[in-house]
């Protein structure tokens, strides 16, 4: 049976990690995960034809050679090397999570932190318990500072990532309506985020939180030094100066941070800009420098983009959706100036028992305003009574789109991830 110790003496040597022979790369040391649908190990010949230097199995069947490691399970296996690998470090790690905006929040501070830093952070949204690992993995001898996105569906997640990840400091952007299924209600995803400060509390560690939320104050408390921002009190206070096409920020007493103009669309992305100045400012990067890195990033991946077709514009923002994020944009949208306004909603994934009374809570708050069209998209709006058109799936949805003969028309284009509203798009 290998050690970890001897795992990570050959990680050394071959230090870069693979869970997917379809993204492997020749040198990479293969970890067969195994599944409920799946089983890596019947992969792990296939690695090492590929080009992996070596496979770690938990199956003695598909040993075949000293390039192949036997462990009891791969993918402990993989989270204890990344812990090993976390202790060789003593940098600053800092761990994001929260309901909302956690990975916009996550690129932007990596962004700032990136201008005067050698910066490590989460890949896309590798943020579960193979990805944290990973990203932890991918995390070089010269890294000054490394920025860890953390993402959950349910109590003592983030306390098994803080395990191996062990945070010198902590970011939770909100506690809202999401993975209400897993956590077990809003007080269950409070408490389920709030690992992450139990852990920052139990091991001096530093919070930085958005101060508009009297619930993180409180569960701060006790933690050896909390950096607070916010828009009207802290140690960094910000504004929307506007919001339309872009939000543009002002920061209180800061002539360099007086303007900060984003490609970001919409006045909830205003928690995620304060909190990346906020960090840039605690580590000591230049005031220009958090200026150029927020104002040079633009989002992608289906994140508040500003898309123009022709003579439309459309706001795409169908990365994932829970009735917090949810309301926020439908409200964000309908302060917009534009006249002809298109909603086009996907279904809100994970809500449990309250899942129908969270989508009626959507379908009265979309009829307070005015809209030249609502289409609302698979899911419990099914399940609703409304005026509104409905279809089972974002391909049909684009049907009708494409049908339509819209001209200088605003769309926002939302939903979770499990209905790939993008695809309307398409």
């Known amino acids: 049976m290998t050690t970890i110790e001897q795992l990570y003496s050959i990680y050394k040597e071959y230090p870069s990690v693979q869970t997917d022979t379809r993204k492997l790369q020749p040198g990479d040391i293969f970890f067969a995960l195994k599944g409920p649908s799946f089983d890596g190990n019947q992969f792990a010949q296939h690695a090492l034809d590929a080009g992996a230097a070596y496979a770690v199995v938990n199956d003695s069947t598909y040993v075949t050679g000293n390039r192949t490691l036997l462990v009891d399970d791969a993918l402990i296996a993989l989270q204890r090397l990344a812990k090993f690998h976390r202790k060789q470090f003593t940098i600053p790690f800092i761990a994001i999570t929260g309901s909302n905006g956690k990975t916009t929040t996550k690129e932007l501070i990596y962004t700032v932190l990136a201008k005067r830093y050698t910066t490590y952070t989460t890949q896309g949204n590798l943020n579960n318990h193979i990805g944290v690992p990973l990203t932890i993995l991918s995390v070089r001898p010269d890294a000054e500072i490394a920025v860890i996105e953390m993402g959950a569906n349910h109590q003592k997640e983030i306390e098994g990532y803080c395990d191996y990840t062990m945070p010198t400091h902590g970011l939770i952007t909100n506690c809202g309506k999401a993975h209400l299924e897993g956590f ?83 006045d909830y992305n205003l928690p995620n800009v304060l909190a990346a100045i906020a960090v840039g400012k605690f580590f000591n990067v230049d005031d220009a420098d958090i200026k150029n890195a927020i104002e040079a990033y633009n989002p992608s991946n289906s994140r508040s983009q500003l898309i123009r077709i022709d003579d439309n514009e459309i706001i795409l923002d169908a990365y994932n959706a829970n009735p917090s994020s949810m309301k926020a944009a439908i409200e964000n949208f309908a302060k917009l100036a534009a006249t002809d306004k298109v909603l086009m909603l996907g279904a809100m994934a994970e809500l449990g028992i309250e899942s129908i009374e969270e989508h009626k809570g959507i379908v009265n708050l979309i009829g307070k305003y005015q809209w030249k069209d609502v289409v609302l998209v698979g899911g419990d709006f099914e399940k609703l009574t409304h005026p509104y058109h409905y279809f089972k799936n974002s391909i049909a949805a684009k049907e009708w789109l494409a049908a339509q003969d819209f001209h200088h028309t605003t769309l926002l284009v939302k939903g979770s991830r499990s209905v790939g509203m993008e695809k309307v798009l398409s």
């Open 184 to 266: 077990g209600g809003v007080e269950g995803v409070r408490k389920g985020k709030g690992e992450l400060f139990d852990y920052l509390r139990a091991h001096d560690g530093t919070a930085l939180i958005m101060n508009d939320y009297d619930y993180l104050t409180e569960m701060s408390k006790g933690i050896h030094v909390v950096f607070k921002y916010g828009t009207s009190k802290g140690d960094i206070v910000g504004t929307s100066i506007r919001s339309e096409p872009f939000l543009e920020v002002a920061v209180k007493g800061n002539e360099v941070l007086s303007l900060v103009e984003t490609k970001l669309v919409g």
